[in-house]
């Protein structure tokens, strides 16, 4: 992000094959003084509502409880085709993480399925992000996990947990 406007050249790169220099082309850009706003001010004052709602909860206002923020913002929800089964009748679990911060996650612990078999459906880095409309609010959705499982015995069996870390950042 330039510091001013001003006219900028970049230089090309430039390698060495089969013993010859070769050398890409230069790159001049030319930066116009703009309002000064950034970005993140735009979406402040954006007329469009959505766009405004997709971007508020960047922002940490003054007052704001940083662990209340986060804990309706970001969270993982495990769903389920049913509760109830036979024993060898399948059970389709989706994990996912839903976000309306900017985030960089990993996870850390993927739900193990104790009393079951288990079949991965989708490799979860294959499937692109979406966005799902949740008690009226949009949020990032990431798949973390989807199975099916059948149970091996009878009885209430637990799905485990998936843990993921977080790195998040606010805008003040």
Known sequence: Q?????????????????GKRVAFNTLNIEVKKGSGKSRYEYFEESDDNSTRELYSDYILRRGENV????RKNLFI????????????????ATYKLYTR????SKVIRRPSFNGFSVYD?????????SIEKLNGKDFNVYL????????LQSGKLELD???????????K
């Open 101 to 104: 911060l900017r985030s960089e």
């Open 121 to 129: 459906m989708v490799d979860p880095s294959a499937v692109p992000s």
């Open 2 to 18: 330039p510091l001013s406007a001003g006219k900028y050249c970049f230089s090309g790169a430039s390698a060495k094959v089969n």
């Open 77 to 92: 929800k495990v769903d389920v085709d049913k509760t109830t089964c036979y024993e060898g009748e399948s059970i389709v």
């Open 67 to 70: 662990q209340d923020k986060i």
């Open 161 to 171: 947990a998936a843990e993921v870390e977080n790195s998040i950042t606010f805008l």
């Open 144 to 151: 973390i996990r989807k199975v099916q499982l059948f149970p």
